[in-house]
C-alpha cells in the first residue's frame, strides 16, 4: 500500500524567510508525488509534480521540491516567504501499481507573519 | 469557463431534503472524481469514473448517488443525508491512460447539513 506522512500540521514562518514542508511517502514501486495548494474556500491547485526524471522539481509561485528516493521523501521549499503563501499545503502520490489513485498526506497549514 | 467548475459553492439543506450538486470539466479529460474533504482528516475519495462508467466506490453510503452523463458532467445527488455529511465536496478531472494522470480540482461545494 502506499502512504504519505506530513511532518507538522501547522508551520509558522516570517515573511522572507525560507518556507519548508515536509512529506514522507511509503511505496513499494516507483512513486509518482504531488504537492498541491488550498487557498481558504477554494479547491486544491497543483503546485508541482514529480513523476521521472530530474528529482528537483520547479512549481508555480516560486515552489520547488527535491525527490530524493533513499530518504523518500519529497519536501516543498521556497527561498522567502510571501503573505500570499499562506494557505494549506498537501502531498500526495500515486503509483501505477494502484491505479494512480492519489493518496493524499494530512495537510500542512502554512503561516505567514509580517 | 476552464478549468473545473462546481455549483452551487454553498449548499444548506435540511436531512431530509433531496439535492444534487453539479461539476463541469472544459480539459477534456475522460476521467471524474468526487472527493470529501471535513475537518482535521484526509481527504476523502468518494466515486472514480473513467470513461463516463463508474470505476471506484469506496464504500460510500447509498444516501450518495453519483451520475455522469457524459465525460465533461458528474453529479453528486443527495438524500436524507445526516449531519456527519457536512463538508467541502471536491470535484476532480483527469486523462487516464497517458502515463501519470494528474488531477486538476474545482473549487468545491461547501454543503452544511441541518
Known amino acids: 500500500a502506499q502512504s504519505v506522512t506530513q511532518l507538522g500540521s501547522h508551520v509558522s514562518v516570517s515573511e522572507g524567510a525560507l518556507v519548508l514542508l515536509r512529506c514522507n511517502y511509503s511505496s513499494s514501486v516507483p512513486p509518482y508525488l504531488f504537492w498541491y495548494v488550498q487557498y481558504p474556500n477554494q479547491g486544491l491547485q497543483l503546485l508541482l509534480k514529480?513523476?521521472?526524471?530530474?528529482?528537483l522539481v520547479k512549481g508555480i509561485n516560486g515552489f520547488e521540491a527535491e525527490f530524493k528516493k533513499s530518504e523518500t521523501s519529497f519536501h516543498l521549499t521556497k527561498p522567502s516567504a510571501h503573505m500570499s503563501d499562506a494557505a494549506e499545503y498537501f502531498c500526495a502520490v500515486s503509483t501505477m501499481e494502484y491505479g494512480n489513485k492519489l493518496v493524499f498526506g494530512a495537510g500542512t497549514i502554512l503561516r505567514v507573519k509580517s | 469557463e476552464t478549468g473545473v467548475t462546481q455549483t452551487p459553492r454553498h449548499l444548506v439543506m435540511g436531512m431530509t431534503n433531496k439535492k444534487s450538486l453539479k461539476c463541469e470539466q472544459h480539459l477534456g479529460h475522460n476521467a471524474m472524481y468526487w472527493y470529501k474533504q471535513s475537518a482535521k482528516k484526509p481527504l476523502e475519495l468518494m466515486f472514480v469514473?473513467?470513461?463516463?462508467?463508474?470505476?471506484e466506490n469506496n464504500s460510500v453510503p447509498s444516501r450518495f448517488s453519483p451520475e455522469c452523463p457524459n465525460s465533461s458532467h458528474l453529479f453528486l445527488h443527495l438524500h436524507t443525508l445526516q449531519p456527519e455529511d457536512s463538508a467541502l465536496y471536491l470535484c476532480?478531472?483527469?486523462?487516464?491512460?497517458?502515463?501519470?494522470?494528474?488531477?486538476?480540482f474545482g473549487p468545491g461545494t461547501r454543503l452544511t447539513v441541518l
Open positions: 476532480a478531472s483527469s486523462q487516464v491512460g497517458t502515463g501519470v494522470d494528474t488531477q486538476y
Open positions: 514529480y513523476t521521472t526524471g530530474a528529482t
Open positions: 469514473y473513467s470513461l463516463e462508467e463508474r470505476v
